[in-house]
């Protein structure tokens, strides 16, 4: 399951297509994650009803321990998806998998490292309640925010090697 998911493949440039870091454990670690995680939100929001009623996923859904695994197993697995064109294009431009480019593209792939997942996570929850694209972005940007603040957290708590 370590195995990475380009099984080592270098394209037309000599390059991997993706690099050793993503791998087939963390694209399952992904789906169920996502799947176990969101069935214990949907348990947690059962219990309080303002967490329910301002939870865009339970708009015109009803809060079901399948509704939320199948909503979880989509949310890893877009979350997972979405990493991948990142990863394609680091490769491409020769950041190493796991280090952060120097210079320019520092600031650039640190921002799209922080939005790449959420841009499919936010398409997910679309599906079941339509947003204006407006608040599709501003939905992004919150997503953005909370991963920039759980990674310093975890980089404080020393869970994380390097903060971005």
């Known amino acids: 399951m370590k195995k990475p998911i380009d099984g080592g493949m270098c394209i037309w440039d000599g390059k991997r297509l993706f690099g050793d870091n993503k791998t087939w454990k963390g694209f399952f670690g992904m789906m169920?994650?996502?799947?176990?995680?969101?069935?214990?939100?949907?348990?947690?929001?059962?219990?309080?009803?303002?967490?329910?009623?301002?939870n865009f996923m339970y708009a015109t859904r009803e809060n079901t321990i399948g509704y939320n695994g199948i909503m979880g197993l989509s949310l890893g697995f877009v979350y997972a998806v979405f990493e991948?064109?990142?990863?394609?294009i680091k490769r491409r431009v020769g950041i190493t998998p796991g280090?952060?480019?120097?210079?320019?593209?520092?600031?650039?792939?640190?921002?799209?490292?922080q939005?790449?997942?959420?841009?499919?996570?936010?398409?997910?929850?679309?599906m079941v309640y339509k947003m204006p694209l407006?608040?599709?972005?501003?939905?992004?940007l919150m997503g953005a925010v909370t991963h920039i603040v759980i990674n310093i957290l975890l980089y404080s708590l020393k869970l994380r090697d390097n903060m971005f």
Do not use: Q
Not at 99 to 113: H, L, N, P, R, W
């Open 84 to 88: 991948l064109p990142n990863s394609f």
């Open 99 to 113: 280090k952060t480019a120097e210079g320019f593209k520092k600031v650039i792939f640190m921002f799209i490292d």
């Open 32 to 54: 169920l994650g996502g799947t176990f995680l969101t069935i214990i939100w949907g348990l947690i929001c059962g219990t309080n009803e303002f967490f329910e009623v301002n």
């Open 115 to 126: 939005i790449d997942s959420i841009l499919g996570c936010v398409l997910v929850v679309n």
């Open 134 to 140: 407006w608040f599709y972005f501003f939905y992004v």
